[in-house]
Each structure stands twice: as C-alpha cells, then as structure tokens.
C-alpha cells in the first residue's frame, strides 16, 4: 500500500521501519530532516508537507507532539483534511485531545474521508519490537479495516467506542501510570536506604503482586541512571494536563494525578523535561 507517516520522533521511527519491513512504500514528513535520514536510506520517501503525504497516501498515520501540533498537520490549506484523497484513512496515534480526536472525525467525514484515533502504550521499547498497546475510536468498520496495518505496530488492539473513545481510554491509561510511577520510585528509594540491593528486590516483587509495566521496564533504567527518553518528561505532563482537564469536566477529583503532575513539573522547571518519565527518580535525590 501506499502508506503516509508524519512524525518520526522515538517511537514513529520504528513504526516506519515496520511499515518499510512488510513491503509498504511509506512517504514520511517530519520539520527535522536529519531524523528522517536514516529511514530515507531504508526506503522511505521524504517530503516537504502534510499536503504531499496526503497526495501519495491511502492511509496517513501521525504521531506528533502535543494538540497544536495535530490541529497544523491536519487543519488549513496544507493540511490532511484539506488535501487527502477522497475514501482514504487518516489515523492520528499522538495522544491528544478527546474533543480534538472527535472534531478530526467529524471534518473528515464531511469530505469523504475515513479517520480514526489510535494512541498508543508502549514507549520506545513497545515500538520497536511491534507489541503496543493500542486504544482505537472510530467507526467500528474503519478499524476493522485498519487492523492488519495496525498489527504490525502492536499486540494488544482494541476498538474503545466512537471517536475519541480511544483519547479517553489513552487517559485512563496515563492516570494510572502516574501514580504508579510515584510508588516505582519510592520503592527504589526505600530498598537503598535499607541497604538492600535495588536489582535483586526488583527479581522478587515485579513478578508478584507489585508488578508494573513501569516497574519492570523503567525500575531498572532508574538504578542504571540511564534517562534517555522512551517517553519524554515533556509528553507526559501535557498528557497528565489534558486528563486533568477532561476530569475536571466530569466533576472528578483525582489527587494522585494531581500529585504526580505537579512533581514532574517541577522537575520539568530543574531542566529535566527532555529526559524520559523514569527521570522521576530524580525529585528524590535529597533522600
């Protein structure tokens, strides 16, 4: 197929190569040329807007940044919606707003064209090796249809519900990993100043009842001091800010996300928001 792909940051590199992997021609936008350079030497075609990717594409996946940078991918003259072809598939998989996702849907359906909402779990690692979680809003028959492509990114494929059901469920993923992030370091931090070894509790309690995704993937990158992003500190707080905007909205009070926002802000003010979420480790340095 012909495949479009906008976004080529640490996760959207590997689904590139996935895509270039099962025989797809894959034309690919990103505003930093050089991160595309590798992927271009693999077979990717580099083009210079949004506009071309929807021109040469079938179906376009994005995976930006943060709800601005969707609305300009998607929106104004240059545009996805303005330019994709008519009965095509435009599939955002950055985590963004609900009401974003649904606006996106709703202009593309006006125009023939077929969008879904598709964000994903996972980081870096998830990625690479194809085994991401991924929460899916649309027409129901538009992810069926969207399955095999999605499957070449993922594992854990769920259709969630009309658009911007899968934004939502992305939210209920985040809120819990916020707290759970809180609890990953402060065990980490109590096995230390009992003079226990980190990596050897680490054998006994991520395979009981403490087991996490984050406490088995992120705990060891905490105790190698290895703070290279798999998911940007940055990426994190806008997520946590729009889940507690829609929570707000729904009259909910949730404290633990409140805590956890406000811890990885202030770190963010320290300079540590282009390090990986696992650099919470950091707001305990003083213990």
Known sequence: MEIGFIGTGVMGKSLVEHLLGAGHQVSIYTRTAKKAEELVEKGAILVESPKQVAERSEVVFTMVGYPADVEEVYFGENGLLENARAGSTLVDMTTSKPNLAKRIFEEAKAKGIEALDAPVSGGDIGAQNAVLSIMVGGDEAVFRKSLPLLQLFGENIVYQGPAGAGQHTKMCNQINIATNMIGVCESLIYAKKAG???????????????????????????????????????????DMKIASEEAEGMGLDLPGLRLSLGMYEELAGQGFEENGTQALIHYYKES
Request: charged share 20%.
């Open 196 to 238: 226990l070894d980190p990596e050897t509790v680490l054998r006994s309690i991520s395979s009981g009842a403490a087991g996490s995704w984050s406490l088995s993937n992120l705990a060891p990158r905490m105790i190698a001091e290895d703070f290279a992003p798999g998911f940007y500190i940055k990426h994190f707080i806008k």
